[in-house]
Structure formats: structure tokens, C-alpha cells
């Protein structure tokens, strides 16, 4: 459990939220707000704030938070850029530890009021010591506490797991999102950082280092003021969990409008690139592999070499994988003499026997085992991939057991490929995924998250080098 | 409609599929191939043949091939490799014009027995002028003449459309198809080659170059005996409709393995990417793209430049889409004086205004409306691209009529990036593709479909300078 003396605890654990500015109709944030918290079915009382409404969604409503009886312990503000002082003054008074401000209308627009406006905000949030999050956010979620403190009430539908996100941008951090529901990938801590008044990147990564419920971390970068500070959070992060990190704005034209969407300044793509990967940071230029890297490093412990063994029922695909490995920098494991007598052995000749091992339609249990162990067993093997093609001739169903059972033997990683059309395998994908081996649809996506999973055990060799063999790990799980 | 006397007419029009080797057994490929022909609706009568069995799936039985009293126009042989020289026989004598052979153990085998076998088999062809697809192969299919002849039954499931798919891979034809089935993008002709016995690549394309039903072809490549051959075949194909290719094997570990499977030399990957570029070709590494590009190059027409202008309700996917038009070495347009002020007029000041174009919360129809005119009548625009965010507050169904509105107006591309949870807005994206807009969920795939279709235009455009500027287009349509 974290600790509830962190400033961030109110945020991530309160008790009651109140959404001030809350609105019974569908079109208004305000309404999504209060329609978020219920669909995610928070525990604690929610109380919608309106001038004038008596009931929001079914929920009595205040015309102040000040008329509110019990403690508010998290606010979202959802009312006009002019009215969020008193809003915020009321808060104070009323001792809430965490604040949301939805409201758009500051520092990212072409006004100099707006960036007016935004330094009163942080100076307000300064003084009295208030962690504020945006202004100009989608909001938070904390899924394992069924908190959605956001305007997006499908965030409730998310499945509860290990990764955490933190975006500068709420329109990557749905597409993040969006993949993870589809695919079942489980998330934990969701976090829009809006315009940043006084809370960014920096200031988040110590509380996740320290979170159990987080075991990867991915970060959606566009523009920092102090890229020290975060370069430094990463740095001081990955000794204990991987940060998976991409930063957008790689071009000139698309660095102007990051400057123009977060007020900070973009900086060298390449410069940020290179200083991301020194601080050890995984950095990728595409969300969808945020999400498949975070995923095999809440699964698997890092990789400690890089030569792959491929094992398939179908040949193209085999070769789209070799292909793949090749690409990503990754070496195909030359399998030992001992390997390859004991596979041609047991193996027909109509298939392709060495690495890529190609079963064709050796389809034997006994088979796929022998041939996954002598694999696994190899020397020359560091991880293992295999392919499976839904069909009516390959029974995917039957060979959770047998790969889930060779996987236990071995301490190498098992990745699994596995293609079907939507709606046959998601069962089987879920066993699998329970069992420690990640599953992924596509060849070139498996290889993209196990290369991410190889960088992740060079960063900890790196730092473990760094600190002259005093196991950083150790270290951290003792915060 | 294809011409009868085309020696492929028999494999994509029969009016009679016989199933030599069909089988009761639901694990036996001639199980499903029956099957396959079934559920596609096949109009014409199907006959199963098995030495024993009275009935096979519901449908009366035969012996033998002479036992059929109607014509035969295909016949997919699912029989022992040593049983197929008497069924290829009884063909011929009933005057099979079709023939496809499923049946493994031919040249793909580690075994010299099979290699023979094989040379017998296209000297078999060859002598009877007889076209044969495989042997080793899983098929082909017509989807819009109700033809499912390959051992995969959801085949039959897909929607009809005009893109056809030939592949020396049976493993990466399903990969294409399953993401067909998901996306809901039609298929036409289907076509495993197998081990190509006496009908390669370069035996069909002039075909499909013919064909009314394909607009689009797609060939996964991994090896060749002739590559000039298949070259000479793409170099014909292109003046009429795009050829989208793969070549797998890039590495030398792959090369290897695509030999095997093959037993033709992969040969350097690097020859032969250029080799099908300069052919006329439209290359990528990924099957998934291959799809993608297909897609818009049956919905669009070749665009003329490669000035994109970008629309966008959300700053971060504008900059991910952004940075992925500079990577693909399009470019971003740079908005005409004109363009810039009327823009600046009805746009608030809180978003960015400049290419890309972030309305955030404009969301009237009419500075929707507005802005997509805008951007669709400046002439330093060549392409537009529109990306939405499935949300509460997003309104993607109201915005179908406007866009197509717009774009009806404009002889430019419009492009659409929707970006939603499954289940959500499918329908919409059936809309929007009958009205000429292509929809990708990704930022990365919409911006590599359009490098695809700005390609094939400077194809085309080669193609034009090379005659002299006839128009070889025109030249097409006569066929």
C-alpha cells in the first residue's frame, strides 16, 4: 500500500471525490465526470457540485463544495477558466489533498491571458502545497482502487493490471487505451498531465518507483521545460521498474506543434532520443509499441542474451519472424550439434528442421514437447518464439498445457505468436498470459516487444555495472 | 466477365468443384475442404469423392471421378501424394480444366523422392496443357463467384471486394486474411501457390491484369526459379492496376529457411527489392501494410503530389501523424496565405492553426465544414487527413455526412484516421469507405496507405513519361 503521507495519496487513494462543476447533461464534461466515477463503481461517496441542480445521475448535488458534510479528499474541476479560484479556495479550506483541473483555457492557448492565468495557478498550488494535476487534462484513474477521476467514462471498463501511463497528451493516451481494452492488456494508474501547472513527469515517477500496484511505467513525452529533471526521475526509476518512453514532435513542422500544444519547448528529437536511452529509458516512436513492450515486462523477467529460437507449424511465417529478428538487431540462436541430431531425430523430413524449426504437420504433443525442450535446453538459445496460426487443424486450445508446462522447466522466456481472427483464441490468450508466456497477433509485434525486453536487462546490466555489482533490485524492493 | 477460353477460367469459374480424397473426419483436410465449398454457398453441385463413403457431409459420395455423370471444372486433390498421377488421369479424361492439389510431400521435402515426384507432376501439366495450382498449396478462392476451393472454411466468411491476394506463403495468406476479416476489407481472388508445379506469380498476374473483379493485387513472395519472369509480369500488371509486393527473406538466416520451404533460391533481398520497385512494384516488409496500401488503392485515385494536410480534434495524434508524414518522406503542406486567414477567422484562438490544424473543441458542423474546405481548396494541399477520436463528446456518426460532403466537393484524397474501442464505430467506417474515404484506427497505418497511393501515382507517372504520354490507362480499359 502506498503511503498516505505522499502528496500524490489523495490522488490515487481518496476517500470521496467531488466534481465541481458537475452537470446533468450528456454533452457538458461535468456530466461524463460523475458518469466516469460510477461506471467504475469508486466505493466512496461522490458528490456533483452545481449552482443549481438538486440531483446529477441520481446522485444528490451541493451548490458548494463548503455545503458538503463529509471530507472531499479529491476534486475535479470541470467549471469555467474564471471560476476555478474559488473553486479552488473552497477546496483548501476544505483540506482536499488532490486536485483535477479539467478545465481548458490556460496556458495552451493563443492568449496571454491563458498563460496568466496558469501562473496564478501555479503559484496558488506553490504555496499552499497542493499537488494540482492539468489544467487542460482528461484527468486520472487509479483502476485498482475503481477510481475514474476522468472525463472518459469507458476508462471504467479497463482491466486492472500492473502498467501505468503517464501522457502529455490525452488523444495518444486513448489510443493507448483503446488498444489495451481491445486487447485485454491491463492498466493501472492512468494519468493526463494537461498543461502541467506544477505536477510533470518528474514529479510522478518517484511515487510509481515506489508503487506496488505499478511494474512498468510508460511515459508519452511532447515537450518539457526541464528535461533534466525528468531525465534525472527516469534515471533514479529504472533501477526498480522499466520506463517505457516515447517522444513525439521528431520532425520540425510537428515540433512547432508541440509548442504550441503544451507551451514547452519540443526540443532536438534526436537529443531528447539519445539522453531518454542514456537515463535508461525503453524509447519507442509508436504508442501501439508502448503497450506491447510494457506488457512483456510486466510478464517476463529481462532476457539476458539476444540469440532467439524460433519454433512454427508454418514456414512464412517463420520467415517473417527471422526476418524480424534479424531487423531489431536481435541474432537467430545457432542451434548446438546436440539440438539438432536430437530435433532431426524426432522431427520428419518435410519440414524445416533448423532455426527457424519449422513442425509443418509434425502436430504430435510429443513433438511440440520434445522440440520446445531440446529449444529451450539449448545453450546457444536465450529466448524462445513460437507460432501458431488459428485453423482447424491446429488446436491452439490444447496447447496451453504443453507450452505452459515446458515453459515452468525452463528459466528462458517464451514468447508466443499467435494469429487468428478476432473472437477464437482470446480465452487461450488469457491462459497463456496467466501462465508468464505474452502473447502477441502479429510477427513483427512479438519481436518489437521482446527486443524491448532484451534493452530492459541491458539498462539493469548497465546500472548493475555502474553500482560495481551491488544489486540495485535488492535496493529497490526494500522502498 | 473473365474470358472462358482462359486457360484460369476453369480455377476461378467452375460450375462443379469434385473433392478427390474428401473426407467424414472433421481433422482431415478433405473434412474441411468440403466444407469450405459449403459454407461459401458454392451455386454448383460439389462432389465429394472417397473410395468408401456413401455420403460426406450431406452430400451423396463417389467413388471415383468417371462415377461423376455432370462435367467437372475443378478438382481439388486432397489425396496421399502416391495416389495423385491415377486421380490427375481421371481428370483429364473427364476434362478437369482446374486442378488445384493440396496434397504436401513434393519438392518442399528434405527428400529426393519428393523433388521427383514434383518434376513428374509439371511434366504431367505441361504435356495435357493442363494448369495446375500447388501441389503443397491450401487453395484458392473466388469469394465473388461463391468459390471457397481451400482447405480453410472461414475463407467463406469474408467480405467480397477487389483485392486479390497470391502467395507462395499459406501461413502469411492467413495472416492477411484474419485482418481482413477483422477490418471488414473484401477480398476477390485468393490464391496459395503452393510449390508451384507449373503456375507461378507471373502465370496469373496477366490474368488478374484482366480481371473486372480485382482492382488491387497483392503477392507475398519468397522465392523464385525465375524472377525475370515475375518481374516482366509486374512491369505488364502496373499500367492497369497497382501490384502491392513482398518479398520475405530479407536476411540471410530467413533466405535460408525460404529455400526450404521453397526449394527456390530466396535470392539477395536487396536485388530484389529493387528489382520489384523498379518493375513497378509498390514494396513493404509487413503483410499488414500490404493490406493497408491495397485498401486505399481500391478506394483512391493516385495522388498527384505529396503535400498532406492534416485536420485534427486532438494536438498529439495531429503531431504522431505529423512525424509520420516526415518519416515516410511525404510532406506537410504549408498552408497558402488565403488558407491561413480565413482558418484564423473562424477558429478560435485556443487551438493550433497551422498544418497540422487542431480544432480541440471547435466541433460545429460548420467550422468543420469550414476548415476541411479550406484545406481541400489550397493549392499547396495535395491530401487531406482527418483524424477523430471515438469519445463521449465526439460526435464521429454527425460528422459522416459533412466529410463526404467535403470531399465530393474536392478531386483531392481525404483520408480518414479514426481511432475508437472495438464495437464502436464500425458502421460509421463501412460509410465512410462507400463514400470514398479510406479509415485507418492508427496514425501510423493511414500515413504508410497514403505513401502507398502517392507511390503508385509516381508509378503511373513513369509509366506515362516512358510512352511518351499516351495514356496506357486508357489503353487498359479496352482489355
Partial sequence: MANPKNPFFPLFHPRSVAVIGASGNPLKMGYQCVQSLKQCSFPGPIYPVHPQEKEILGLPAYTDVRQIRGRVDLAMLVVPAAEIFPALEACRKKGTGGIVIITAGFREIDDPKGEHLQKELSAFANRHGIKIIGPNTFGVANLHANLNASFTPSFSRLEKGPISLVSQSGGVAHLIVHQAFDEGVGLGKIVGLGNRCNVDFADLLPYLAEDKETRCIILFVEGQDDPRALLSAIKNTVPFKPVVAMKAGQSAESARAARSHTGSLAGRYEIYDAALRQAGGIVSQDPGE????????????PVKGKSVAIM????GPGILLTDAVIRSGLSM???????????????????????????????SEEAFDETARCLLDDRNVDALIVFLLHHPFMNITGIVGPLLRQKQKSSKPVILCANAPRGFIEDEVTEFEKGGIPVYPQPERAIR????LFAYGEIRERERRREGGAGSREQGAEI
Same sequence: chains 1, 2.
Fill in 290 to 301: 508502448l503497450l506491447d513492450i510494457a506488457k512483456i515486462l510486466t510478464i517476463l523477467e
Fill in 333 to 363: 540462436a545457432v542451434l548446438s550439434e546436440k539440438t539438432q541430431e536430437r530435433i532431426n531425430r524426432f522431427l520428419p523430413p518435410f519440414t524445416i528442421r533448423t532455426n527457424p524449426v519449422d513442425m509443418a504437420f509434425a502436430h
Fill in 449 to 452: 516487444a521482446l527486443k524491448g
Fill in 312 to 315: 512454427t507449424f508454418q514456414a
